[in-house]
């Protein structure tokens, strides 16, 4: 429950501070002084969009503050769900800068609007004419019959299903479009594919097959040059090897003589080794080199397939081709898998629908069975405020499965005998809208675990006897929920646990407005003033002691 709210720099609001009783509170005052721009300051602290230019002094940044008691309530987990720190004192605050800029904070921790929405919403609900106004809205209308009957939890994990549903089904499209795509491309892909596999390119070194064509293409050159090489080393009669042969036994002769000379022919003896084996490898290459044309043909055939591959698949070289291949061989594959994957798929959607059919049947049924006492309880209450002839009918037809299940339903009402209900839009009054929120919050009530309910002018559209009626309504109310209610009627007024009484008070620069608590006497004069005007009259002032003590009647009752 709120314990405590403050407002600063906001609007026509300065600084204004209220202490609400855990009962019934009740607000008055004249038009625009000031009640729906508390209002307005509480949607804020809730998370509501904010606008810099409802700054009371645009030079300061605007604070709205409100400390909720919830220790009587289970709202741990939202919190956690949050990641907020959670405590039985729970502080909101939200700050509005004069450059637009808004900060939200809850137990002191800064969040975001989301968790500032998510956690209010769980704290206060605030009742405007707009929710009259939504009553005639099939969604809104459902919302509340299932909350009525208990199915949230029902309707949630139906909800749940339903999503995984269109998921699956979601996905299922997904992979259909994809598989048609890639069929298009299906056949091209095989088609290079074939071409790589049939290329045979695995242990493929294209750097060898060139050097061996270029040995093959010049191999008289090579055979001739190396025979020449031969005659120069060992064959001739002036060749390297006989003139290192006589140096060798010439250095032989002296080297007793000359231990330098002797390393020196040692160095030679290793020389003439390397030469000798030089010699017969020249001479081996030379025997091996024969020009094979059949030989340059095959290769040069194999190479022109390499090289075509690559400037088709605009690659360097043959690991690049293989790189090719495997991608090829992945998509290909995957085309193939992807069928396997819809008929997967395909199973899984069928499942899922199933179950959702079924959850959804189970879900219907159960509304439908509370409509009867829904429309019972509710006309019982309208009655009781001054429409005995009210009737209530819960309409219903079987659409396609929904986030919300395959219930469409109108609430339909006539507040005149012999009538046929028809949709709230078109039959209820602007008072008689105020009255069936009124009963439907009563009937919820016992329904919800909301700390605070504040209602906005609820009793638009009543007077006199009914008036009564809806305060010992929302007397009842009370005793399970902290109410807020803004209202211009004296029975009203008198039905609160307190009352606060918000005006209007001009200064030398401008005009501010302000709230107060009314003690009794205050109180008295002023339901006298609802009843007759600025100067109360006896029997208003009269009117006013009645009401209040009847009040304490209904309330001791």
């Given at each position: 429950m709120l314990v405590d709210l403050r407002i600063q720099n906001y609007a026509l609001i300065e600084k204004l501070?209220?202490?609400?009783?855990?009962?019934?509170?009740?607000?008055?005052?004249?038009?625009?002084?000031?009640?729906?721009?508390?209002?307005?300051?509480?949607?804020?602290?809730?998370?509501?969009?904010?606008?810099?230019?409802?700054?009371?002094?645009?030079?300061k940044k605007c604070v709205l503050e409100g400390h909720f008691d919830i220790s009587s309530y289970q709202l741990r987990d939202i919190f956690e769900a949050e990641d907020v720190d959670y405590d039985q004192q729970c502080i909101l605050r939200r700050?509005?800068?004069?450059?637009?800029?808004?900060?939200?904070?809850?137990?002191?921790?800064?969040?975001?609007?989301?968790?500032?929405?998510?956690?209010?919403?769980?704290?206060?609900?605030i009742h405007s004419q707009h929710d009259t106004l939504l009553l005639s809205d099939a969604v809104f209308q459902?919302?509340?019959?299932?909350?009525?009957?208990?199915?949230?939890?029902?309707?949630?994990?139906?909800?749940?299903?339903?999503?995984?549903?269109?998921?699956?089904?979601?996905?299922?499209?997904?992979?259909?479009?994809q598989v048609a795509q890639a069929n298009k491309e299906l056949d091209y892909h095989s088609f290079?594919?074939?071409?790589?596999?049939?290329?045979?390119?695995?242990?493929?070194?294209?750097?060898?097959?060139?050097?061996?064509?270029?040995?093959?293409?010049?191999?008289?050159?090579?055979?001739?040059?190396?025979?020449?090489?031969?005659?120069s080393l060992s064959e001739g009669e002036y060749c390297a090897t006989g003139a290192l042969k006589d140096a060798v036994v010439l250095l032989g002769q002296i080297a007793p003589y000359s231990e330098p000379v002797k390393d020196l022919r040692h160095r030679l003896d290793s020389c003439l080794i390397e030469l000798r084996d030089i010699t017969d490898e020249?001479?081996?290459?030379?025997?091996?080199?024969?020009?094979?044309?059949?030989?340059?043909?095959?290769?040069?055939?194999?190479?022109?397939?390499?090289?075509?591959?690559?400037?088709?698949?605009?690659?360097?070289?043959?690991?690049?081709?293989?790189?090719?291949?495997?991608?090829?061989?992945?998509?290909?594959?995957?085309?193939?898998?992807?069928?396997?994957?819809?008929?997967?798929?395909r199973r899984d959607v069928e499942a899922t629908l199933a179950t959702v059919q079924k959850q959804a049947l189970r879900l219907s049924e159960a509304r439908r069975k509370t409509f009867p006492k829904f429309e019972k309880e509710l006309a019982a209450l309208l009655t009781d405020l001054g429409m005995p002839h009210a009737r209530i009918v819960v309409g219903h037809?079987?659409?396609?499965?929904?986030?919300?299940?395959?219930?469409?339903?109108?609430?339909?009402?006539?507040?005149?005998?012999?009538?046929?209900?028809?949709?709230?839009?078109?039959?209820?009054?602007?008072?008689?809208?105020?009255?069936?929120?009124?009963?439907?919050?009563?009937?919820?009530?016992?329904?919800?675990a909301l700390p605070t309910i504040v209602f906005?002018?609820?009793?638009?559209?009543i007077s006199g006897e009914i008036a009564l009626k809806v305060g010992r309504m929302m007397q009842q109310m009370a005793k399970k929920h902290q109410l807020i209610a803004i209202s211009h009627l004296p029975q009203m007024?008198?039905?609160?646990?307190?009352?606060?009484?918000?005006?209007?008070?001009?200064?030398?620069?401008?005009?501010?407005?302000?709230?107060?608590?009314?003690n009794q006497e205050e109180r008295i004069h002023e339901i006298a003033q609802m009843i007759s005007g600025a100067n109360p009259t006896l029997h208003a002032t009269q009117s006013a002691r009645e009401l209040l003590a009847l009040r304490g009647v209904e309330m001791a009752g």
């Open positions: 501070e209220l202490k609400p009783s855990a009962l019934l509170n009740i607000i008055t005052g004249e038009t625009g002084a000031g009640k729906s721009i508390m209002l307005g300051a509480i949607g804020l602290l809730l998370g509501n969009r904010a606008d810099s230019r409802m700054l009371f002094d645009t030079s700050e509005l800068s004069p450059n637009g800029k808004s900060r939200a904070f809850v137990n002191d921790t800064p969040v975001t609007l989301e968790t500032l929405r998510h956690i209010g919403a769980n704290l206060m609900d459902l919302n509340l019959l299932d909350l009525y009957a208990n199915l949230v939890p029902t309707r949630t994990q139906y909800s749940n299903a339903f999503r995984q549903y269109r998921k699956l089904e979601t996905d299922l499209q997904a992979l259909e479009s290079l594919l074939n071409e790589l596999e049939e290329a045979s390119l695995d242990n493929e070194r294209q750097d060898e097959l060139e050097q061996e064509v270029k040995e093959l293409e010049h191999a008289e050159e090579i055979k001739y040059k190396l025979t020449h090489a031969l005659q020249i001479e081996q290459v030379e025997r091996r080199t024969e020009g094979d044309p059949a030989r340059i043909d095959e290769l040069q055939s194999r190479l022109n397939v390499l090289y075509s591959l690559q400037r088709k698949h605009q690659v360097r070289d043959v690991v690049d081709l293989l790189a090719v291949r495997a991608d090829l061989r992945d998509k290909v594959s995957s085309v193939l898998n992807l069928d396997k994957q819809i008929s997967r798929l037809e079987a659409g396609a499965p929904a986030v919300s299940g395959i219930d469409v339903v109108s609430i339909l009402f006539t507040a005149n005998k012999g009538a046929e209900p028809q949709t709230l839009s078109k039959a209820a009054s602007g008072g008689e809208f105020s009255r069936l929120m009124l009963c439907i919050k009563y009937m919820l009530a016992d329904k919800t906005d002018e609820i009793d638009t559209g007024a008198a039905a609160g646990d307190a009352h606060y009484f918000v005006y209007k008070e001009d200064r030398a620069d401008r005009t501010v407005s302000r709230i107060r608590q009314l």
